[in-house]
C-alpha cells in the first residue's frame, strides 16, 4: 500500500507565506515525479509545479518567481514554498506522484488526499 500524506495548508493573508509538504509512504521501489496541484471552486484542477527525481522543475506560469518546489529524495518528500500569496491561490492543494512499487512494470499515479489553501485578509 501506498500513501501521499500532506501537510502544512490553512489560512495566509495576501502576500503572505505558506510551505506545502507531502511524503510518500508504504511500498515504494521508486519515486519518479512528484508534483502539486490545486482546484479552485467550480474549477478545473491544474499543474501547479512540479520535480522530477532529478531535481528538473516546472511551474504554472500564474506562480513563477512566487511559489518553489523541491524534494528530498532520501525521505521521499516533496514541498512546495508559497510567497506572495494572491487571494487567487485559494484552492485545494493535491500531491501527486509516480511511484513504481517493484523494479516489475511501469509507475503508478499517486494523489494525496488534498489541504485547504485560504488566502484572504
Known amino acids: 500500500q501506498v500513501q501521499l500524506v500532506e501537510s502544512g495548508g490553512g489560512l495566509a493573508q495576501p502576500g503572505g507565506s505558506l510551505r506545502l509538504s507531502c511524503a510518500a509512504s508504504?511500498?515504494?521501489?521508486?519515486?519518479?515525479?512528484m508534483s502539486w496541484y490545486r482546484q479552485a471552486p467550480g474549477k478545473q484542477r491544474e499543474l501547479v509545479a512540479a520535480?522530477?527525481?532529478?531535481?528538473?522543475?516546472n511551474y504554472a506560469d500564474s506562480v513563477k518567481g512566487r511559489f518553489t518546489i523541491s524534494r528530498d529524495n532520501a525521505k521521499n518528500t516533496v514541498y512546495l514554498q508559497m510567497n506572495g500569496l494572491e487571494p487567487e491561490d485559494t484552492a485545494v492543494y493535491f500531491c501527486?506522484?509516480?511511484?513504481?512499487?517493484?523494479?516489475?512494470?511501469?509507475?503508478?499515479?499517486?494523489w494525496g488526499q488534498g489541504t485547504q489553501v485560504t488566502v484572504s485578509s
Open positions: 501527486h506522484a509516480e511511484i513504481k512499487r517493484s523494479i516489475w512494470g511501469l509507475a503508478d499515479d499517486y
Open positions: 508504504g511500498s515504494t521501489f521508486s519515486v519518479n515525479t
Open positions: 520535480a522530477t527525481y532529478g531535481g528538473r522543475t
